[in-house]
């Protein structure tokens, strides 16, 4: 089974930086497509970012193209993303999200969750 589990997750204040990890175990890391989504206080989940098993191909969401940026070492088993001049519309829980195919970046194509990693943004 494979576990996920992030971190990195706290509070900023606007125009600032963080940097979330997302650490795997228990399955074939270099396999997996990755992704990040959030979920903000009251709205749905969304896609923020996917990366490829080889990290060759990446994707964004409108909302956070040219901020964020998504990489993954399979050498240590995991996947970061990294968020640039942060906005408090980026208030979120961020989950990390698994997928047995070597690239997704649809919900339904991920299999596995973590936990999730709060992301407060002030303004």
């Known amino acids: 089974q494979v576990q996920l589990v992030e971190s990195g997750g706290g509070l900023v204040q606007a125009g600032g930086s963080l940097r979330l990890s997302c650490a795997a175990s228990?399955?074939?890391?270099?396999?997996?497509?990755m992704g990040w989504f959030r979920r903000a206080p009251g709205k749905e989940r969304e896609f923020v970012a996917a990366i490829s098993w080889s990290g060759r191909t990446t994707v964004y969401a409108d909302s956070v193209k040219g901020r964020f940026t998504i990489s993954r070492d399979n050498a240590k088993n995991t996947v970061d993303l990294q968020m640039n001049s942060l906005k408090p519309e980026d208030t979120a829980v961020y989950y990390c999200a698994a997928s047995n195919a070597g690239y997704a970046n649809t919900a339904p194509s991920f299999n596995y969750w973590g936990q999730g990693t709060q992301v407060t943004v002030s303004s």
């Open positions: 228990g399955g074939t890391f270099r396999s997996y497509g």
